[in-house]
């Protein structure tokens, strides 16, 4: 019996160092799989993911039109940092002529003002006074004792008839064309601006920008501002012109102005546009520019509105199209034309999740299945676990 006993524990003793000879070659075996399962999962999200990188790069001319929201583009009254030019888009100490004109409708005023208008008013005003000057010196009564008793003179009558009308139509040509050209509809790429009066500040939206607004309120000198208020400074711009909200347009492109009023009657006058559109409650006016030079442009309402009625300064800063768009990021807008992020996430999620169903058996083994679920359905919204079965 003792011999059997023996026996019996010498014949554990040698199952436990088999099992325990077994086991111990498999503790490195392990590996292996996990490593195949990790090599089919690594292998299995590229062909995961190369959709959504096919897709992010299709995307990307137009996520390269919407910058980030983070640019310091709010450095100087609401809008980028630009230095005035105080020859230009303001009134100038001592200057009697028209501003610099920045737009075609501006420039094509100018020239009919300094080419047609003014010099037809200097000679007919040179003319009349010297007629004026003649009948004194030459129909007085020391120089003329018997007055002419002619009563009419067909030739005389006819000619200050005619010349007047010639005149007239000569002057009517330009003018009409002038005229239409300022109420000719914008094009389909313009970017609207909508300007609102109220008394006595401006409110602008922009309705093809995500509809975003801001008030635009005159600055006050630094003896009148209240203590912990914003007061003008030389870089906002001249007393009584500068804002604390600038407007900011792109240059090059069609601007469809829109005006309206929330009170009484406005208007939004830029000299340096050749703009001058009235702002009417219950009522939208319209006219349409293109800004050609990069600056900051000074206006102000121009139809009497009330006792601050001087006091509803307007200024615009005209900066490049890729600048305005960062602008109107920085701002909370949207790029015209770009794609809603919104609306795109979903889309690219789909795109780059719908063909790691496939790959979920493959990579999916039983041996190591959280790497495998974690690196090709990372952009699953279902979380980690999902292995798209």
Request: charged share 15%.
């Amino acid at each position: 019996m003792r011999f059997l006993g023996v026996k019996t524990a010498m014949l554990a003793a040698g199952l436990m160092l088999a099992g325990a000879g077994q086991a111990a070659p498999q503790a490195p075996a392990a590996p292996p799989p996990a490593t195949a399962a990790t090599t089919a999962a690594t292998s299995a999200a590229p062909t995961a993911t190369t959709p959504a990188a096919a897709t992010a790069a299709k995307a990307t001319p137009a996520a390269a039109a919407t910058p980030a929201a983070n640019d310091p583009l709010l450095a100087v009254d609401g809008a980028p940092a630009m230095k005035i030019d105080p020859t230009i888009g303001q009134p100038i100490p001592g200057g009697w002529k028209l501003q610099p004109q920045v737009t075609d409708n501006g420039r094509y005023a100018a020239w009919m003002h300094n080419a047609i208008l003014l010099p037809v008013i200097v000679a007919i005003s040179v003319l009349v006074l010297f007629l004026l000057l003649f009948v004194v010196a030459r129909f007085n009564r020391r120089a003329n004792p018997v007055p002419s008793k002619t009563a009419h003179n067909t030739v005389i009558e006819v000619i200050w008839t005619l010349v007047p009308v010639i005149i007239l139509v000569l002057i009517a040509i330009p003018s009409i064309g002038l005229l239409s050209r300022q109420y000719k509809p914008a094009p389909k790429n313009a970017i609207t601006l909508k300007a609102t009066g109220n008394q006595w500040y401006w409110t602008y939206s922009y309705p093809d920008n995500g509809g975003f607004e801001i008030t635009a309120n005159i600055l006050k000198e630094k003896d009148e501002a209240a203590p912990g208020e914003r007061a003008r400074t030389d870089a906002d711009g001249p007393r009584l012109l500068a804002v604390d909200n600038r407007v900011v347009l792109p240059v090059g492109v069609p601007i469809r102005l829109i005006t309206t009023s929330a009170d009484v009657i406005h208007s939004w006058t830029i000299p340096a546009f050749w703009i001058k559109l009235d702002a009417v409650p219950g009522r939208l006016n319209e006219t349409s520019f293109t800004i050609e030079k990069p600056g900051v442009y000074f206006g102000q309402c121009s139809e009497l509105c009330g006792p601050k009625h001087g006091f509803m300064p307007i200024a615009v800063e005209a900066v490049p199209l890729d600048v305005f768009n960062k602008w109107v990021v920085a701002k909370g807008g949207k790029v015209a034309g770009a794609p809603d992020a919104a609306a795109a996430a979903p889309a690219t999620t789909t795109n780059a999740t719908t063909p790691a169903a496939p790959e979920g058996p493959v990579a999916g083994n039983a041996a190591t299945p959280a790497p495998v679920t974690n690196q090709a359905a990372t952009a699953n919204p279902a979380g980690a676990g999902n292995t798209g079965n």
